[in-house]
């Protein structure tokens, strides 16, 4: 525990260089502004209820929280107070209304202080964290206050802070404070058990993020793009970064050299959904694909309705887009590391990737399997574009869905064995 009386000692530094970050950082700024005024908010609240228990859940980020819903969807509000927090200004700005819950409000940041101040004023029965965010002084001060805390679709794999062995005594006795570790696979398992030495609190749940997809997709009847993309054989290209556009754009080139002549004759769509919105780096990208002779449209102002390139400038609707396509491309493989493959999986896409997907057990599990490519090249790239005009070298659809509903059921595992 040397490392974390260390982190104890610099701490009052730490929380300096938060606020000075809060003049750089609109997002920072936004979260210590209204924490404490909303942590007020569910004080009060509390006062109200009688006999109900109380229940935190924690959700860094809009994917965690996706996590989140089916199991909250599952719960008796009649039995149970649920408060959400968030740490993003942004996911909470969107789903703060959101009647699954009773209430949200800001996670604080793991101080001592802060973190004594908020378990102790909320005082849950139970504490529920789900995929990575795991704080050190949270569980310290949960044990200190005997709230129980659970680690539901833990994401830990060999490339994790946990995994590092300087940090694996710390790890251990971390990790052990948790009353239930639920992992989505045995893979994540024996790793677990590496770190901790032992099982006697780590069960394969399997991981919630495939009951929400599912029932997404059971909800996903609206019509997001002109009508031409019902006709098209189309190739989507989600939640991407810079490195990824520059090989998209360079692997379009090569299979579609006259651009908008050579997708009208194939009958293909190009669907373009950038990870982050940026409206000057979607006006370059416009430029860009129209010196490859694409005329693309724009979601939020589709001028050309007969344009076989679209780019999404809307945030949110990705999981509902991949029931266009045929081929999908999931982003950021090359850099911070994929995002969510299930996601196109569910709709029996033929999923290409790239070389980092350590991350998501998931996506090495589908590719083991058999049912998704890794791209490592350029080359790969286009290979894999090429596939939309080989469609006996496309995946089985079926075989893909197939294996998205055999994996869900996570989320009434999980509240059956916590008592919810």
């Not at 998501?360 to 090249?377: G, N, P, Q, T």
Request: aromatic share 10%; glycine share 4%; charged share 20%.
């Amino acid at each position: 525990m040397l490392l974390y009386i260390i982190y104890i000692i610099i701490s009052p530094l730490l929380y300096l260089l938060v606020h000075i970050s809060r003049l750089i950082s609109p997002k920072i700024h936004q979260h210590l502004l209204y924490e404490r005024k909303l942590i007020k908010d569910v004080k009060n609240r509390i006062k109200e209820i009688n006999h109900k228990k109380i229940i935190l859940f924690h959700a860094t980020s809009a994917g965690e929280f996706e996590q989140i819903k089916p199991i909250l969807n599952k719960i008796d509000k009649s039995k149970f107070f649920i408060i959400q927090s968030f740490t993003s200004p942004t996911i909470y700005a969107k789903e703060k209304n959101n009647l699954l819950f009773d209430i949200s409000c800001y996670h604080p940041y793991d101080f001592i202080w802060s973190s004594y101040l908020f378990f102790k004023a909320i005082n849950p029965h139970t504490y529920i964290i789900t995929r990575h965010d795991v704080w050190p002084t949270h569980m310290i001060v949960c044990q200190l206050l005997k709230i129980p805390c659970y680690y539901i679709n833990a994401n830990i794999h060999k490339n994790s802070i946990w995994s590092y062995r300087l940090l694996k005594s710390f790890s251990q006795k971390i990790l052990s404070k948790f009353q239930v570790i639920f992992v989505p696979s045995i893979r994540i398992k024996n790793l677990l058990i590496n770190i901790i030495g032992n099982s006697t609190h780590i069960e394969v749940s399997g991981d919630s993020r495939f009951d929400q997809i599912i029932e997404r997709k059971e909800k996903n009847n609206k019509n997001l793009l002109p009508v031409l993309y019902d006709k098209t054989k189309n190739i989507i290209f989600g939640s991407y970064d810079s490195f990824d556009e520059s090989l998209i754009l360079k692997s379009l080139k090569e299979n579609f050299p006259n651009g908008d002549v050579d997708l009208n004759k194939r009958d293909t769509g190009i669907i373009l959904v950038p990870h982050e919105i940026n409206h000057q780096a979607i006006n370059r990208l416009i430029e860009k694909l129209k010196n490859q002779y694409m005329t693309p449209s724009i979601l939020s102002n589709p001028s050309h309705t007969k344009s076989q390139v679209i780019i999404i400038d809307k945030v949110g609707i990705l999981a509902d887009l991949y029931k266009y396509a045929k081929l999908a491309y999931v982003g950021s493989g090359f850099t911070t590391g994929v995002h969510s493959v299930i996601e196109p999986a569910v709709y029996g896409c033929t999923i290409g990737y790239g070389p980092k997907f350590e991350l998501l057990d998931e996506a090495k599990e589908m590719f083991e399997s058999d049912m998704s490519h890794v791209l490592k090249s350029k080359k790969d790239l286009i290979d894999f574009i090429n596939l939309i005009n080989n469609p006996n070298r496309l995946y089985s659809k079926n075989k893909v869905i197939n294996y998205t509903i055999e994996s869900a059921g996570a989320s009434s595992k999980i509240i059956k064995r916590i008592g919810l």
